[in-house]
């Protein structure tokens, strides 16, 4: 019990709204050891950050306010200090980092001067002693030259690198406690991987405990000792790590783990959550998680299930308290049933791209004059048969995007050809190009930006088929929308409603639906699932796969996230700085990468399958600025492989097999 | 068979008519359509934005009382001769208000006075010349002794017409809540607990309570402002009181027809440049640059002396002295919404800037949507709570620029009645001891109530329409 450095009792947190009182943390309650890593998982809006927050005492005023319970910090309560004192403990014993990285730092600070802050509040050091105490500890968050980082400004380094430095100023107080909200979230793998290195390097060293915030279970599997799952204000279900991942006991642990994508999962439909998290503005009777469990009996419905200690934890469910009680069978969720493999395997080939390349120029002085080129996209060619995925992975700004938004004609190329069945479509302009524009279609990543908010969902979808005079049975009638709001999964009363009154994944299915009702061949999807919670995620995936198969579409899909690559897509095109630098068959590539980026690339996802060990190859650094290209093959600089050869020329593709190739001197032998 | 007066129909005049139909226009067409009267709505269960739309609806009704002229016919002298109207030009308010405009004393004189405000040499009856406050010739003329009669006079003027008003009030509140019920199929007696519970649809609560207030208040200083003068003279003896109600057209002109005449400028401009970027953008951007940097007051200054100098040449065009004023208002309004449009337009392209490159914006282009139907269907929408409430701060802050203007004497015309000349006029008594003080605070009084009602209202309707507002 002494060991134990933090304490949290009953803890509630409420909301005063217009609506009621919105119980955001509901009772609360877990420990964390010194020096061990807990880790707080959940969807968006199950009161992770909240809880973070009223550790800190940060709740937002005057809405919030811990209603009660306890906060021990080494048997100190917090909640019963007062502001003043907070003050001298927030950053010096409990200190925290933020998801954004861009924002959470003063944009007219020098970064030296940032942290010094901390450093003279806390630990009184003045001048040299402070400015060393500073460039000390940039360099051991991995700051390479510190002493010139110092008098740098925010803008003037990498997303990665500013996270380090909100993890030097989180540790200049020398906390014993670090709170991490979702500190790799808005990283690319490659450089989250750094940063969780570097956290795990930073907490043997000083043996502080760690709570991690974060809805991806990869994180989880990673790094942390301990696991509660939050539901609805609560923790359904507390456990050790290695025990969590093997046997999960709360039907929604049980479920979040079994949405995730990954090749185990091919060729059948994700596990999908049903329904939406209740509201939290009104006391509950039962189980929070009554109405979408497979499990639910009556006794969910009414009865408040209590906190079941196991072995390795706990768990909050009527299923762990009456082990002998007669469970009705496992209701056959309908997502369970495998969608069947594309019967047809005709290579009719929908589009074609040939050494795109899209160059933004750079115009400097009082004239305009263009004093170089962005290269967002560097030669990339690409080819994509009917009723097949291919898949564009790459961290970001590797120009994935841009190639997406250059397929569908948004922005100029500079050179290069995109043939859609046949057709160059940058030779197209005007009518002709409009005519053209039904067969390719996009879906962003944003769902709550990518819907007009002053438009009701039914002029959204009808919007395409007016500018494009399509014929539609009946101009009149409205069935079709009907129509195609069931087919993407939503009631059609939709149509008389406005964006903002559906959720995230109900939108992506409003998004996919205004792109159906033009009837594409082509569909590029811009990281379409992103921005979404895993559950919700497994629903647009399953949604968009059983349109594939209805409709024979094509999808270039453009993402990051390798697991939805793994499940989703037929083949798989590696970006790097504008070009690609590795392509093939899914299997072969995610399974035998051959490019050293690929192959960092790979190893850099956190695996939740605690077989899977893997090495991590490290990559160094970040990726460089497409305005100086590095000479040479472009990721020498990070490659841990790296010849003199490659510092001398681009490496040409090497054919590795059939459908496989590379770019990389390894394999031009 | 002709009528015993001649309509007039000035410049101003047809144009808020055209504003009346316009609004109607609009309302009959958002009564059609559910989503667009949804945010209305929520607007009607707002108790203070409703409170503050009936004061608003008292101000615009005065407005519209004061903007229907004619002529009045002369007494005719012979029949053979043409008919022949009065040069001066009447309102409806001047008729509705008729005592007031003839109540004229010869100088100033405190509210509610029974004597001049300055003392003169007056002869008395037994010849003797003395200074002193001559009695008024219409101020509470119907005293015989006003020194001790006055204050018993206005006590029992007050408790009579307060209760009347109040008697006035619940007839009417108690007809009207009768109406409400049979409207709604239930009992009078469980729809007035409902309305004072504010547990109606509609604030009614407010509603009535605000209008009810007004018609006690009306109710009270009528009979007053007859037989006083309620906010006192001004300096040629005008009742202070008539000049506010006068000025109430004024300000509203303003305000509302320099919106009009910069909507679409900033409108049109600013979204052009923030969509089409390039060559256009920097056209804009270097028109109004250019306009912004000559100062505003010079540039207004100069456009009404050059009108001033063309009235003076023409004035044969003009058959009155109100139609001349009326000119010089509604040519201020145009240069003032000349001028007036740079702030709004920097907004929007800024604001437009940001939208084209939403991601529903190049949904749109990639579904083969033409520029003109972005711009009006994606891009103005998403703009107009910027336009909203670009509009309601300069409604007030116009009504206060021509209260400036007047004092620099390129305001409007001196003939033109105005709480920017009331104040103007004041301005120069501020110094007297005793204090002239009642023109400037009737003036501050009328201006108060229609900008702070027109705040409170636009704030609730700006709520009422940012969906990242709505459903909180």
């Known amino acids: 019990m002494n060991n134990s450095l933090l304490q949290i009792r009953d803890l509630k947190t409420w909301f005063s709204t217009d609506e009621g009182v919105v119980r955001a943390v509901d009772g609360v309650s877990f420990e964390i050891a010194r020096g061990k890593t807990f880790a707080l998982v959940g969807e968006s809006g199950c009161g992770k950050s909240m809880t973070a927050l009223s550790i800190m005492k940060l709740v937002p005023q005057p809405a919030g306010r811990i209603a009660s319970g306890q906060i021990l910090l080494e048997g100190e309560d917090l909640c019963l200090l007062p502001e003043f004192e907070m003050r001298t403990l927030r950053g010096k014993r409990i200190s925290m980092i933020f998801q954004e990285p861009m924002t959470s730092l003063n944009p007219v600070m020098t970064i030296g001067h940032q942290i010094r802050e901390t450093l003279e509040y806390h630990l009184k050091l003045r001048n040299t002693a402070a400015k060393n105490r500073t460039i000390e500890l940039l360099d051991c968050v991995g700051i390479p030259d510190p002493s010139r980082r110092y008098d740098e400004y925010p803008h003037q380094i990498s997303g990665g690198m500013k996270q380090r430095v909100m993890i030097a100023m989180a540790l200049s107080g020398e906390p014993d406690l670090l709170i991490a909200d979702e500190p790799t979230t808005a990283l690319d793998v490659t450089i989250q991987a750094q940063i969780l290195d570097l956290l795990a390097r930073l907490q043997q060293e000083r043996g502080m405990a760690i709570l991690l915030i974060t809805h991806d279970l990869g994180v989880v599997a990673e790094v942390a000792d301990e696991v509660a799952v939050m539901y609805a204000g609560e923790i359904v279900e507390r456990s050790e790590r290695g025990a969590f991942f093997e046997n999960p006991r709360h039907p929604y642990s049980q479920k979040l783990l079994s949405s995730l994508p990954g090749n185990k999962k091919r060729g059948e439909a994700l596990e999908i959550i049903r329904g939406a998290v209740p509201p939290l503005n009104r006391p509950f009777r039962g189980c929070r998680f009554f109405n979408r469990c497979d499990h639910a009996w009556d006794r969910c419905e009414n009865v408040l299930p209590a906190w079941t200690l196991l072995e390795t934890g706990g768990i909050r469910c009527h299923l762990a308290e009456t082990p002998e009680k007669e469970v009705p069978s496992e209701t056959e969720a309908e997502a369970s049933k495998t969608i069947p493999a594309s019967i047809q395997d005709e290579n009719r080939s929908l589009l074609q791209v040939d050494h795109l390349k899209i160059h933004f120029p750079i115009q400097k002085g009082l004239l305009k004059r263009v004093a170089g080129y962005v290269k967002a996209v560097d030669g990339v060619s690409l080819k994509i048969n009917a009723g097949k995925t291919l898949a564009l992975v790459g961290e970001s700004g590797c120009g994935k995007t841009t190639v997406g938004k250059a397929i569908l004609q948004l922005i100029p190329q500079t050179e290069g050809s995109i043939l859609l069945e046949g057709t160059n479509l940058s030779s197209l302009s005007g009518e002709a190009l409009r005519k053209k524009r039904r067969d390719f279609q996009i879906i962003f990543q944003d769902p709550y930006s990518s819907l007009n908010p002053r438009m009701l969902i039914g002029d959204i979808l009808k919007e395409g088929v007016t500018a494009l005079k399509i014929n539609r049975v009946d101009k009149k009638n409205d069935t079709w929308i009907d129509q195609l709001l069931e087919q993407v999964g939503l009631s059609p009363d939709a149509k008389n409603l406005y964006p903002h009154e559906f959720s995230g994944g109900q939108r992506q299915r409003i998004c996919i639906a205004r792109v159906l009702a033009v009837q594409p061949k082509l569909i590029v999807c811009d990281e379409p699932t992103s921005a979404l919670d895993v559950s919700v995620q497994a629903q647009v995936l399953n949604l968009l796969k059983q349109l594939q198969e209805e409709y024979q579409l094509g999808y270039l899909f453009i993402t990051h996230d390798l697991s939805v690559v793994d499940y989703f897509a037929h083949e798989v095109a590696v970006m790097y700085l504008g070009r690609i630098v590795e392509f093939g068959p899914v299997e072969t590539v995610l399974s035998d990468p051959k490019h050293p980026y690929t192959r960092a690339l790979l190893s850099a996802v956190p695996q939740v399958d605690p077989e899977k060990k893997r090495k991590i190859i490290r990559i160094e650094g970040d990726l460089p600025s497409p305005i100086h290209p590095p000479k040479g093959c472009f990721f020498h600089p990070r490659c841990p492989e790296a010849m003199p050869v490659c510092r001398e020329a681009y490496p040409s593709p090497s054919q590795l097999s059939a459908s496989h190739q590379t770019s990389c001197f390894i394999y031009s032998r | ?472």
Not at chain 2, 336 to 360: F, H, M, N, Q
């Open chain 2, 1 to 472: 068979m002709s009528l015993p007066f001649q309509a007039v129909v000035l410049w101003t005049d047809s144009l808020i008519y055209l504003f009346l139909v316009m609004a109607i226009f609009f309302a009959f067409y958002v009564s059609r359509k559910e989503h667009l009267l949804s945010p209305w709505r929520q607007i009607r269960r707002r108790g203070l934005a409703m409170s503050a739309l009936v004061v608003l609806m008292f101000y615009v009704s005065v407005g519209l009382l004061d903007s229907i002229h004619f002529r009045k016919q002369l007494p005719e002298t012979d029949i053979n001769l043409e008919r022949q109207y009065a040069p001066e030009v009447l309102s409806l308010l001047d008729v509705i208000t008729g005592q007031l405009k003839k109540n004229v004393e010869r100088t100033y004189s405190a509210p509610l006075a029974t004597h001049a405000f300055s003392k003169e040499m007056l002869e008395g009856p037994d010849g003797v010349q003395q200074r002193v406050f001559p009695r008024l010739t219409f101020g509470g003329a119907h005293l015989l002794s006003p020194e001790t009669e006055r204050s018993s006079d206005l006590l029992k003027m007050l408790v009579k017409q307060s209760l009347k008003g109040i008697l006035l009030f619940s007839i009417l509140t108690f007809l009207f809540i009768c109406i409400l019920s049979q409207k709604y199929q239930i009992r009078p007696k469980e729809m007035l607990r409902k309305v004072l519970h504010g547990e109606t649809e509609t604030a009614w609560r407010s509603i009535i309570f605000t209008a009810g207030l007004f018609l006690i208040l009306i109710e009270i200083l009528a009979p007053l402002s007859i037989k006083y003068h309620l906010f006192g003279t001004d300096k040629v003896g005008q009742d202070v009181l008539y000049l506010s109600l006068k000025g109430i057209r004024t300000g509203l002109v303003i305000g509302t027809l320099t919106t009009l005449a910069m909507l679409p400028f900033a409108i049109f401009l600013g979204i052009s440049a923030g969509y089409f970027r390039g060559k256009i953008d920097d056209a804009i951007q270097y028109l109004y640059t250019t306009l912004s940097s000559i100062p505003g007051v010079l540039l207004i200054a100069s456009a009404v002396l050059i009108l001033q100098v063309y009235m003076d040449k023409h004035s044969e065009s003009f058959s009155s002295i109100t139609e001349r004023a009326d000119i010089r208002l509604l040519f201020l309004c145009l240069i003032l919404g000349v001028t007036g449009w740079i702030g709004l337009c920097r907004l929007l392209r800024g604001e437009t800037l940001k939208l084209r490159e939403a991601e529903y914006v190049l949904a749109a282009k990639a579904l083969g949507v033409g520029h003109a139907r972005i711009i009006t269907h994606h891009i103005l929408p998403n703009v107009m709570h910027i336009v909203l409430i670009a509009v309601a701060l300069d409604f007030s802050g116009l009504v206060l620029a021509e209260a400036v203007l007047s004092y620099v004497g390129v305001g409007v015309d001196p003939a033109m009645i105005s709480w920017g000349n009331m104040i103007n006029n004041a301005r120069l008594e501020m110094a007297r001891e005793p204090i002239v003080w009642w023109s400037l605070t009737a003036a501050f009084i009328f201006m108060f109530g229609l900008v702070l009602s027109a705040n409170v209202f636009s704030d609730a309707v700006r709520d009422a329409f940012d969906p990242r507002l709505r459903g909180r």
